[in-house]
């Protein structure tokens, strides 16, 4: 199986404004990730033939964020939840709660409370990287694996969209409100109004050789971040088919791009090393300011409730912010790392990270 060594990133959703994060780096400046066509993005640690679960990097966070400051530890209340798996979760979207994850890992709730695990029938061999909820579409949830969509009315039973407008990248989805968009590597982007059938958009020379990670919508436009080059990636979109590449990242960070977010009229994103974690944010997705360099631990995924910024990372890490400038540390979440979260739905914040963890927010 192909295997690509590639610098991680993630992106997240939220209600109006853009996060990014990543954090420990190679000797190249960017977070190693191992990357299979079928699997989703994990952390090396130590010996990589073994099981992958952590970033190298153990060092402390930074003083900067080693206290609550004028904020309690934990302003938002945080709960573990029982997701019925094993393997690692993704990705995670609300229409109806549905997380994805590596080997076909995949659960349900109804409120982000109680989940019962599913099966990806056929596809169960696959590893999820992203997946997008919709109860107006057609087929109520998409989720990707590279050079596989799947698409479902139930959860349940799942179908492979076929087709020559098939995406062959997919690394992340989202559901816009009136179609589906997908990114992928290399420029690669998909959009579909129910699922099955996809037009493949291609972004382009300045597209060559970067990795997608994440993929957001800010009700204007869609904003996708990854790497080139060990270093950071954004691109524009006003439909998902028609891309434009932002070199106004290059002034905020030299860092690969982990996760976006958008939430109260801004966006952020969190750098990919080397360590400290660059904290970056805009308004429009073009031009980006360095706003803090933060903890030496990986950061994964960020997403805002409506009054604050939760950012999740390496083995239960949490930093949360009001205005997601400045960043304060609060208590882990287990010990399990978190990769994605969604801000909508009846919880504040529902994320989701390794051997099935779920954590909540409450609003």
């Known amino acids: ?11 997240t959703v939220a209600l109006a404004g853009i996060v990014i994060a990543s ?14 066509l079928t699997q989703g993005p994990r952390d090396l640690s130590g010996d990589l033939s073994g099981d992958l679960s952590g970033p190298s990097d153990m060092s402390s966070s930074s003083s900067d964020m080693s206290g609550c400051g004028d904020m309690e530890c934990n302003p938002l209340p945080l709960h573990n939840r029982t997701s019925g798996v094993s393997k690692a979760l993704r990705r995670v979207s609300f229409d109806g709660y549905i997380a994805v994850g590596d080997q076909g890992a995949l659960t349900t709730s109804s409120d982000g409370i109680t989940w019962t ?14 997946v997008a909820a919709s109860s107006t579409a057609t087929n109520h949830y998409v ?17 492979q969209a076929s087709g020559n407008g098939v995406p062959t990248s997919a690394t992340d989805i989202i559901w816009s409100g009136s179609q589906f968009v997908t990114i992928g590597n290399g420029g690669v982007f998909g959009t579909s109004t129910d699922g099955a059938a996809w037009t493949t958009h291609a ?20 904003v996708m971040v990854g790497s080139l080059s060990n270093g950071p990636f954004v691109a524009t979109s006003p439909d998902g088919a ?24 801004l966006l952020v994103a969190l750098g990919g ?18 706003q803090a360099s933060e903890t030496t631990l990986s950061l994964f995924t ?62």
Request: proline fraction near 3%; include cysteine.
């Open 203 to 222: 972004g382009g020379s300045g597209f060559a050789n970067t990795y997608a990670f994440s993929v957001t919508y800010t009700g204007a436009k869609y």
């Open 242 to 265: 028609t891309w434009t590449a932002q070199s106004g990242i290059s002034n905020a960070t030299s860092q690969g791009l982990n996760f976006v977010a958008y939430g109260n009229s």
């Open 302 to 363: 960020v997403g805002y409730t409506g009054s604050l910024w939760a950012a999740f990372g390496y083995n239960g890490l949490v930093f949360i912010s009001s205005d997601a400038i400045t960043w304060q540390s609060g208590s882990p979440v287990g010990n399990q790392s978190i990769y994605g979260m969604t801000n909508a739905g009846p919880r504040g914040l529902v994320a989701v990270g390794d051997v099935g963890a779920i954590v909540t927010a409450e609003k």
């Open 23 to 36: 954090c420990d780096s190679d000797k190249n400046g960017g977070p190693v990730v191992v990357l299979d």
């Open 143 to 159: 989720a990707v694996a590279g050079d596989t969509i799947v698409y479902s009315t139930d959860g349940t039973s799942w179908t």
């Open 117 to 130: 695990a599913g099966s990806f029938g056929a596809f169960a061999s696959k590893s999820f990287t992203g």
């Open 1 to 11: 199986m192909q295997r690509l060594v590639i610098l991680f990133a993630f992106v």
């Open 273 to 290: 090393g080397p360590s400290p974690c660059d904290i970056v944010t805009s308004t429009d997705g073009v031009t980006w300011t360095k």
